[in-house]
């Protein structure tokens, strides 16, 4: 069983940056970041795999960067230009194979 720990969630104000990480326990081929919003449901923000291929939801392209370390198992959310549309529950997401992973969520707030 692999655990998830994000850090990283803040207040910030639009049009500021925030970067989000992640601590994974073991080795996972697909990390990634999820987020939910209140009253919706959880959306893909990103995702990078082991050799580094990565994809963005239409929403944060230009704007958010993920990133990988394999050799320490974590993985982050570099996040500029902010919107109060970003605000979520941001979750860590890892998938090994066939298992899926998920951390306890993070809280980004984007507001002035």
């Known amino acids: 069983q692999v655990q998830l720990v994000e850090s990283g969630g803040d207040l910030v104000q639009p049009g500021g940056s925030l970067r989000l990480s992640c601590a994974a326990s073991?080795?996972?081929?697909?990390m990634g970041w999820y987020r939910q919003a209140p009253g919706k449901q959880r959306e893909l923000v990103a995702t990078?795999?082991?050799?580094?291929?990565?994809a963005y939801a239409d929403s944060v392209k230009g704007r958010f960067t993920i990133s990988r370390d394999n050799a320490k198992n974590t993985v982050s959310l570099q996040m500029n230009s902010l919107k109060p549309e970003d605000t979520a529950v941001y979750y860590c997401?890892?998938?090994?194979?066939?298992?899926?992973?998920w951390g306890q969520g993070t809280q980004v707030t984007v507001s002035s």
């Open positions: 073991g080795s996972i081929v697909i």
């Open positions: 990078i795999s082991a050799i580094g291929n990565t």
């Open positions: 997401y890892g998938r090994q194979i066939v298992r899926e992973y």
